[in-house]
């Protein structure tokens, strides 16, 4: 596992917000981007970056709040478009973040976001009690890479 500290660009992003049940996560993260694609394959528009999950509650101690999971599932998307008002577009700013990457058999999820708070005091931070989450195939297996944004 790796943890640093970075600026994280800006970003065009088509986003789905969702207040859920944590059960339902599977369910529904496979219709959002099911309904993002349909609606980026209506309008033309590619997508320019791998597809990430943002948590929009997290607690001081790292824990994602779960009743409800409030979350957004998001594209990187390369311009705007006429979008249903259930989904969003928004331009998200360059932030300064904590990151963790790692593989597969490293899911420790509460050492993990302990150990990218830690990261966040050391740089005299303030935690935005959000997250990003990414989750990419390199080499055959699944990489996590987790930001923690701070300001």
Known sequence: MEIKTQIVPEVLLLEKEQEIDAEDFGTALADAYEEMATALLS?????????FVHYLAVESKGEIHTDPLKVGF???????????SSLKIRKRPAFNAAVASFLEDDN???????LLLEEIEKEKGTFTYESYEYYEEVAGK??????LPYL
């Open 43 to 51: 309008a033309g528009v590619a997508v320019k970056g791998e597809p």
């Open 74 to 84: 998001c594209l990187p998307i390369e311009k705007e478009f006429s979008v249903a």
């Open 108 to 114: 420790d999820s509460e050492l993990i976001y302990r």
């Open 142 to 147: 699944a990489e996590t890479i987790i930001q």
